[in-house]
Nanobody
Framework: QVQLVESGGGLVQAGDSLRLSCASS????????MGWFRQAPGKEREFVAA????????YYADSVKGRFTISRDNAKNTAYLQMNSLKPEDTAVYYC?????????????????WGQGTQVTVSA
């Protein structure tokens, strides 16, 4: 069983930055790909970014490419999402997820474990 806990969300203005963290209790964190997804009110949960177990491969949604950076520290069992140049359309609940293999994926159903989410609100 893996528990994921996100933190770092909040209310910011357009153009600001935030860094989200995802702490994992899993013993196999270093072997798991990690992903970030988000869900805005009334919308489907969508892919944001993913990273392979060894950090060598990263994927990004086109909407965040060049503004967001996913990273991880396997020694700390933690994944991160650095979000720069935030826009009002980035407002959503952000979820981290763990995949039980090394390869990252942008597909929601490929992930087995999910955190409870952290709210990010960007005002204009």
């Amino acid at each position: 069983q893996v528990q994921l806990v996100e933190s770092g969300g909040g209310l910011v203005q357009a153009g600001d930055s935030l860094r989200l963290s995802c702490a994992s209790s899993g013993r196999t964190f270093g072997a798991n790909a990690m992903g970030w997804f988000r869900q805005a009110p009334g919308k489907e949960r969508e892919f944001v970014a993913a990273i392979s177990a060894s950090s060598t491969i990263t994927y990004y949604a086109d909407s965040v490419k060049g503004r967001f950076t996913i990273s991880r520290d396997n020694a700390k069992n933690t994944a991160y999402l650095q979000m720069n140049s935030l826009k009002p359309e980035d407002t959503a609940v952000y979820y981290c997820a763990a995949r039980m293999t090394w390869a990252p994926s942008g597909i929601r159903n490929d992930y087995t474990y999910w955190g409870q989410g952290t709210q990010v609100t960007v005002s204009a």
